[in-house]
Structure formats: C-alpha cells, structure tokens
C-alpha cells in the first residue's frame, strides 16, 4: 500500500523536532507538520534563514501549529549538547526527524577529527539522538526518524579512514554516511525494543530530488532543473519521511521512499529496500560503539 499527503493524518498536541528544516525537503516536512497542527522546532545552524523558513510557514499554515527556532550546529558537538539540553525543556517531543545533512562538499573535518559528511550527517544526529531519549520516551508512541539516500546502496563503513588521511572521494563518503544513518536507525530501534520502550525508530530516503544539497555538485543549476522536471522536488521528497513520522500504521525497524521508479520518483511513499550491509547487526554495534568514543556521548541503551 503506498502513502499520500492526504493521508498525513492530525498532528495537533504533539511537538516535532525538524534538523536542516529552513530549507528544502526539510523545509517541507516542519510546513506539513506545522500545517497538520504540530509545534515545530526547526533546528538548524542558520537563525537568519530559519526565521525565513518561520515566516514563510506562518503565512500559510493551517491548523495553527506553532513554530520556533532552536539553534543547531550538527558538526560542533558543544552546539549540539546545548541544543539538546534546550529541547529538553519542551513539555513533549512526539518526533525527532533528522534530516539535516551536507552532501559531497570540498574536504574537511569536524567532530573529533572526522570527515565533514560522517560528523554530521551521522555523529552529529547520533549524539543529538541519543540527549533526547529520556525526552522522547516520556510520552508512548515517540518517533525518531532518520533520513538516508539510495546512496546508502554503494557504501560501507571504512573505520580506518573516519578522518579521510586516506584518502577523500566526496561521493565515497557521503554513501558512508547514508549507510550510517540507516544502520544507525535500524540498531536504535533494536536497542529500544530490547528494553521494552514505545518509543520507535525508523528510516527514510527522498529518492532523487532537487534541494540544496546539490549546491556542492558540478553543473548544479542544470542538474537540479532537470531533477525538479523529471524526478522529485522537495514536497515529493518529503513524503517518505512524513509517513515514517506520521502513518498509524508505521512499525519500529521501516524503511520508506518514493513509490515510483526504482525509489526514485513518486508522488507517494511505500517501503523502501536496504541492503544487506544496512541490516548487519555486527556492523551495526560496532558503529554504535565508535560512535560513542568519538562524541564522548552515550545513548545508555544495552545491546539489543
């Protein structure tokens, strides 16, 4: 069965957490959620352009859901701890949708010496995450949704090469990061059903769409207007995402995309396909582990 906007059912009493939300696929996802009647954080680095994105979804909202900025720099893990320790003053946090990323920018590092894309497409929302549980399982039925790629698809996890001395492909470690954000989700949810929490975990892709991360991608304007014509722009790519947040019937451990085109394209979202490496319970702890060494944080869940 596949999923469409229609179905995106009422959101009002519940408060969602939006990463990379000023812009984009993200932008769309806090508008929609904002429009069903949810409060909605925005976290995002930029107050300038999340204030933008505020206004914007004001003028047009809906159901009168609130929203606000919370300031989030996911490559400084500093920023990423005040962050948390401000979301956890909200009386609730229903949904944490952590779609924030940076896609095959020029080399550079962040969190504890590690290539950009890894800090913080995967350590930056691990940490955030894992601040934010005691939160998210006070109230039954919490989400955490992580936003992969198809990208995922081509990539492993190269612990020998986290800070990239080895060598630097773009593309390489983007994929890296995807298939991180997915065995991320699929390790959290474990871990949370082990101990027996009603707060879930699931993942997500937008499959190709025109956003702003494509701006560090050669011949971009082009490539992104044909995009936006033939494949998905930022409502469509949302989609996958606000059903993984919102669809009753959703389950700890999915994984959902675009419904159309090899999970490409669509204007409706179903279950979206892993592969074998995303569902590699080893791979998976050992992730989770290096990921605690290298924020310095612990999610305090055992092995599932």
Request: charged content about 25%.
């Amino acid at each position: 069965m596949s999923f469409t906007p229609a179905e995106i059912p009422l959101q009002s009493g519940k408060t969602a957490i939006v990463t990379g939300s000023n812009t984009g696929i993200g932008f769309a996802i806090a508008e929609t959620l904002a429009a069903k009647g949810a409060r909605v954080l925005l976290a995002c680095r930029d107050g300038d352009k999340a204030a933008e994105a505020i206004r914007k979804i004001e003028g047009g909202k809906e159901q009168g859901g609130e929203v606000e900025y919370l300031h989030l720099d996911l490559a400084n893990i500093a920023s990423v701890r005040e962050a948390a320790e401000a979301a956890m003053k909200e009386k609730r946090i229903d949904l944490l949708i952590n779609n924030a990323g940076v896609m095959m920018p020029p080399f550079s590092t962040a969190t504890a010496g590690c290539e950009l894309q890894f800090a913080v497409n995967h350590l930056g929302h691990f940490a955030f995450t894992s601040l934010l549980l005691d939160k998210l399982e006070e109230h039954n039925g919490a989400r955490v949704v992580m936003q992969s790629s198809l990208a995922h698809r081509r990539a492993d996890i190269d612990f020998d090469n986290l800070d990239g001395s080895k060598g630097y492909d773009k593309s390489e470690f983007y994929s890296q990061s995807k298939l991180a954000n997915l065995l991320f989700a699929n390790e959290l949810n474990r871990r949370l059903r082990a101990k027996g929490s009603e707060t879930i975990a699931l993942a997500c892709h937008p499959g190709i769409a025109a956003t702003e991360l494509m701006r560090h991608i050669k011949g971009e304007k082009i490539f992104s207007s044909i995009v936006g014509t033939v494949l998905n722009d930022s409502d469509q790519g949302a989609l996958p995402a606000l059903q993984a947040a919102t669809d009753p019937a959703a389950q700890g451990g999915d994984y959902y995309g675009p419904y159309g085109l090899m999970e490409v394209r669509g204007s409706a979202s179903g279950r979206g396909v892993q592969t074998k490496r995303a569902r590699d319970k080893e791979l998976a702890k050992r992730l989770w582990d290096k990921s605690i060494e290298l924020t310095g944080v612990d999610p305090g869940l055992p092995p599932a």
